[in-house]
């Protein structure tokens, strides 16, 4: 039994430093910024996971504790790898991008990086409806 | 008064699940001490979350997450093949649009992450008026099915959740 976990938990490591060195190496391979942006965000998350997953199995098997720590790691690794993938992407239009090669919004706005920033910027969706005007005194 | 007390009901309980697992053991002074801080730190903050998210439909939140956690996991693959196997000259990345039937902003920045996390595409940017999203293709032969896709897949989903 102990012999099978340890190959199972042996397993799980190889197959996450190959997706890690895979998403490593798109970073070199692939052509432009924008392509590059997809191999870190994709193939690393399954690397770290493999990693994550492999150390709760070894504390529950080989410790007899359980470990949530691993849970809380791929919860922050989910939530932030998107905004950052977002903010690199933002960055890159600001510096580089070029408003014509991009599609149409097929909306009366552009793309929010190409606004002209002088113009008043409102919050763009919100709930809470705006206060009503204070009332007028009466004389 | 409840109002009061709890401005944010969920964030209060993601903080006291969150502080539990952070402590990493069951004790009851850490639940305490959890549901000390879960409850003063929405208090705090509740002057920059004017808004409150509305949840329709949290039992649907399970079945979307398992929905994407999939999705990760095929991604993770088909990029990975991408990356090795696919020669630079045979790559068709793709920019695309896809107009929004959501509204809420929570609802909105999910959609945005699940794109980045899932098959080839990453999320870029957003149009002014919040109603179209900007999508970068990794590969993408046929854009506008990948554009269906994830109207019909994620989106679909998320406004039963949200909205």
């Known amino acids: ?139 | 008064m409840l109002r009061k007390l709890f401005p944010h009901p969920y964030l209060t309980l993601l903080l006291i699940i969150t502080w539990m697992l952070l402590v990493n053991h069951l004790k009851l002074g850490s639940l305490v001490f959890a549901v000390i801080l879960g409850t003063i730190i929405p208090i705090i903050t509740a002057p920059y979350w004017p808004d409150r998210p509305l949840l329709r439909n949290p039992v649907a939140i399970i079945g979307y997450i398992l929905i994407v956690l999939y999705d990760i996991v095929k991604s993770n693959f088909i990029v990975a093949g991408i990356v090795l196997f696919k020669p630079k000259t045979k790559l068709q990345s793709a920019w695309i649009t896809v107009p929004l039937d959501l509204r809420t902003p929570e609802a909105i920045t999910v959609l945005a992450g699940t794109i980045t996390m899932t098959p080839g595409t990453v999320t870029a940017d957003m149009s002014g008026d919040g109603k179209a999203l900007l999508i970068h293709c990794l590969h993408a032969p046929d854009p506008d099915s990948v554009r269906d896709e994830i109207k019909s897949r994620y989106e679909a989903r998320l406004m039963r959740i949200f909205e």
């Open chain 1, 1 to 139: 039994m102990e012999q099978i976990a340890e190959i199972v938990i042996s397993l799980l490591l190889v197959a996450a430093g190959i997706f890690g060195l895979v998403g490593s190496y798109g970073l070199l391979k692939l052509p432009d910024t924008m392509s590059r942006l997809h191999a870190p965000t994709k193939a690393t998350t399954l690397g770290v996971g493999g990693v994550l997953i492999a150390s709760m199995l070894y504390f529950w098997i080989f410790r007899d504790t359980l470990s949530w720590h691993e849970l809380l790691i791929t919860m922050f690794l989910l939530l932030t790898a998107p905004i950052t993938a977002n903010f690199i992407a933002k960055a890159h239009l600001h510096r580089f991008g070029n408003a014509d090669d991009l599609p149409d919004t097929q909306t009366d706005h552009i793309w929010a990086t190409f606004e002209d920033e002088a113009e008043e910027l409102q919050p763009v969706m919100t709930r809470t409806t705006p206060k009503p005007a204070p009332p007028k005194a009466d004389h």
